[in-house]
C-alpha cells in the first residue's frame, strides 16, 4: 500500500517536471524569452508539492528545477553556473513554495482523516443509542412476562400461559436480530478500516440468505435474478449476508402493500450489483438521505415505540457496506415501492484450474 | 424404562442452556447425561459411552477443541459442536478435528432436534457404508447408484464429470454430516494447493446447474458459506 503509493508520487513528479521541462524548452523555441521559465517551475514544484504525500517530493522537485533553470535556460547554455545570483534567489523561492504547499497539504490530509475519525465516531454513537433504547423493550416485555408466568402460574389460564409464553418468544427473537446486528458492527470496528474479505461464491451466498430469509418468513415469497456464470466476490460473507437480510426483512416489515419482493445481482464491468426492491409503499422523500444514518427514525418513530425498527438494521447496512470500500443508496421505484443498492467490487480474476 | 433410548452427552457450561437442552431432549425420548466442564465431559463419556456428543466450545477449564481430538483418537461417536456465530474458523476447526456438525449459538430447539436425529442417522449409516460401498443412496428424487457410477434426479440421468462424481459419492457417503472444503479437496484430489477451493466451487456449481438447482431451494446439498458443504440426511 504505502510502496504503492511512493510510486505513484514519484511518477506524477518525474511527469510534471518532465512537461515543465518540456514546455520551457517549447517556450524557447517559440517565444525566444526566458521571462516564463522560472514561472512554470514554480508551478511544477506547487502541483507536486500539492498532489504528493510528505515534503521529499516538493524540496526534490525545487532543488531539481533550480538546477534545471541554471543549466539549460540561462546563459551559458547547458554549464552549470553558480554564481548567478538569480538562481540562488529563485532556488529560495522554490524551495519556499515546496515547503509551504506541502505543510498546508498535510494538514488538510490530517484533518480529512479526523473529519472521517468524528463521522465514524458519530455514526456508533447514533447506533448504540438507537440500539440500547431498543433493547429496553423487549426485556422488559420478556421480564414482566416471565415474572407474572411464575407468580400467578395457577391463577392463569392455559391460553393465557401460552400467550405470554408466545410473547416472549417473540420478543427473544427480536432481540437476537437485535444482537446479530451489533455483533456485525463489533466486527467491523477495531483498529483496521477494511473487513477481511474472503472470495464468496455469488450463489452459494444468494442460497444461503434465501434458506435464512424463509426459515424466518416462510410465507414470504422472494424473487430471485442472478448471473448464470459463476461469479466469486471478495467479501465477508457473513456481514453482506447480514445485509442482505436486513434489506429483505425491512421490506417485510416496512413495505406496505408489498406483493412482490425482488433480490438481484447483476455484473457491471468490474463490480456486482444487489438490488433488494419492493413494490410496496415506497420510503417517504425526506426519509430518503437519512435512513442509513440512524438518525432518521427518532424523529419519524410512532410514539408507541413500535418494535419494527428500521434504523438499526439499515445503518448497520451502511457501515458493513462501507466497510467494503462502497456505498448503499436507496430510492423510490417509479412503479412505487423502494429499491436498494450497493455494488462489490469482484476483484482480479485468477482462476484456480 | 427402555434401555435402547440413545443416550446423548451434553458438555455446557450454562446451567440455562443445559437445562433447556436436557428437558427437551427428555420429551424426545433420549436419555441425557450432562456434564459441565471439559474433564467431566471426558469422565461421563469413558464411563457412559454416549451415542452423541453435544459440545459447547467456550468452556471454563479447556477448550472443547481439545475434547474433540481426545474423544476422536478412538471413537467416531458423532458430534454436535455448539458455536458462536462470528467465528468461520472455529467451525473449521471443529470439522476437521472430525466434529460431525455445528449449530450457531442462538439456536431453536427444533433445529437442534432436527441435526441431532440427521447425524444419528447418517452416523448408523456411514458405518454401514464403510464396511460395504456399493448399493444405492437415495434423497429426495435424487438416486446415486454407487455400482454403475450412475446418478439421477427423477427419472433423468445425470451427466457429472468423473470429479463431479466423486464429490457427489463423497457428500453422499457422509450425508447429514457439514464436510470442510479442505477435507473434500482431500477426498477427492489428494492434494490440496492454492486455487483448489474455487476449483472445488466451480465444480459445486456445475453440478448444482446440471441437477437443475437453483439458490434458496432446499435441495440435496447445503452451503456453509465459508466452511463447505453438507448434503441432506436421506429423510431430513
Keep these: 500500500m504505502k510502496n504503492r503509493q511512493r510510486q505513484k508520487d514519484t511518477l506524477f513528479s518525474i511527469l510534471i517536471f518532465g512537461s515543465a521541462f518540456a514546455v520551457n524548452l517549447l517556450i524557447q523555441k517559440l517565444f525566444t524569452t526566458q521571462t516564463l521559465v522560472p514561472m512554470i517551475f514554480v508551478f511544477g514544484v506547487f502541483l507536486i508539492s500539492l498532489k504528493t504525500h510528505g515534503y521529499c517530493y516538493g524540496i526534490t522537485s525545487a532543488i531539481v528545477s533550480v538546477f534545471a533553470v541554471n543549466f ?33 497539504n498535510s494538514r488538510i490530509r490530517d484533518q480529512e482523516k479526523l473529519r472521517a475519525e468524528s463521522e465514524k465516531e458519530r455514526m456508533r454513537g447514533n447506533l448504540l443509542r438507537a440500539i440500547s433504547h431498543d433493547l429496553r423493550t423487549p426485556l422488559t416485555s420478556i421480564y414482566g412476562s416471565s415474572s407474572t408466568l411464575i407468580s400467578k402460574y395457577d391463577a392463569l389460564p392455559k391460553e393465557q400461559q401460552l400467550k405470554l409464553l408466545g410473547e416472549i418468544q417473540e420478543d427473544s427473537e427480536w432481540l437476537i436480530r437485535m444482537v446479530e446486528n451489533l455483533l456485525s458492527v463489533t466486527r467491523i470496528d477495531g483498529a483496521k478500516v ?112 413500535t418494535r419494527r425498527n428500521m434504523g438499526i438494521g439499515l445503518s448497520v447496512c451502511a457501515a458493513i457496506v462501507k466497510a467494503h470500500g462502497s456505498d448503499i443508496t436507496a430510492e423510490n421505484r417509479k412503479g412505487g415501492g423502494a429499491v436498494f443498492r450497493f455494488a462489490l467490487e469482484r476483484g482480479c480474476e485468477d482462476d484456480g484450474q | ?123 448408523r449409516h456411514s458405518e454401514e457404508k464403510e464396511s460395504s460401498p456399493g448399493g444405492k443412496f437415495r434423497l429426495q428424487d435424487l438416486l446415486i447408484d454407487y455400482d454403475t457410477r450412475q446418478v439421477f434426479v427423477g427419472k433423468e440421468e445425470i451427466d457429472l464429470t468423473q470429479t463431479e462424481y466423486n464429490i457427489m459419492v463423497f457428500l453422499s457417503v457422509h450425508a447429514g454430516k457439514v464436510l470442510t472444503y479442505a477435507a473434500i479437496i482431500r477426498a477427492v484430489w489428494g492434494y490440496s494447493d492454492y486455487g483448489s477451493v474455487k476449483k472445488l466451487q466451480v465444480n459445486m456449481k456445475n453440478i448444482r446447474k446440471k441437477m437443475g438447482v437453483t439458490p434458496g431451494e432446499k435441495r440435496y446439498i447445503i452451503n456453509e458459506l465459508g466452511v463447505g458443504y453438507r448434503m441432506l440426511a436421506e429423510d431430513e
Design chain 1, 72 to 104: 539549460a535556460f540561462t546563459y551559458p547554455y547547458y554549464v552549470f553556473d553558480f554564481f548567478v545570483e538569480e538562481s540562488i534567489l529563485s532556488a529560495v523561492i522554490m524551495l519556499a513554495v515546496a515547503v509551504s504547499t506541502s505543510t498546508l
Design chain 2, 1 to 123: 424404562m427402555g434401555n435402547n433410548k440413545y443416550k446423548i452427552l451434553i458438555v455446557e457450561d450454562e446451567a440455562n442452556i443445559r437445562s433447556f437442552i436436557k428437558a427437551n431432549l427428555e420429551t424426545s425420548d433420549y436419555q441425557v447425561l450432562c456434564a459441565e466442564t471439559c474433564a467431566l465431559g471426558m469422565m461421563m463419556y469413558a464411563s457412559h459411552h454416549p451415542d452423541l456428543i453435544v459440545l459447547d466450545l467456550g468452556l471454563p477449564d479447556r477448550d472443547g477443541m481439545s475434547l474433540i481430538q481426545e474423544v476422536r483418537k478412538t471413537d467416531t461417536v458423532p458430534i454436535i459442536v455448539l458455536s458462536a456465530r462470528s467465528n468461520e474458523r472455529d467451525k473449521v476447526e471443529a470439522l476437521d478435528l472430525g466434529a460431525n456438525d455445528y449449530i450457531t449459538k442462538p439456536f431453536g430447539t427444533e433445529e437442534l432436534l432436527a441435526r441431532i436425529r440427521a447425524v444419528l442417522r447418517s452416523h
Design chain 1, 194 to 305: 477494511e473487513v477481511v474479505k474472503t472470495p464468496t461464491v455469488l450463489d452459494e451466498l444468494i442460497d444461503s440468505v434465501l434458506m435464512k430469509f424463509s426459515k424466518k418468513h416462510p410465507n414470504q415469497k422472494v424473487i430471485t435474478q442472478i448471473p448464470e456464470e459463476f461469479v466469486d466476490i471478495p467479501m465477508d460473507s457473513l456481514l453482506i449476508e447480514q445485509v442482505l437480510m436486513n434489506l429483505l426483512e425491512n421490506a417485510v416489515f416496512h413495505a406496505k402493500g408489498m406483493t412482490e419482493l425482488m433480490l438481484s445481482v447483476s455484473l457491471a464491468g468490474d463490480k456486482a450489483v444487489f438490488e433488494v426492491s419492493d413494490n410496496g409503499c415506497g420510503l417517504p422523500e425526506d426519509a430518503l438521505q437519512k435512513i442509513f444514518t440512524g438518525s432518521y427514525e427518532k424523529s419519524a418513530a410512532p410514539v408507541d415505540g
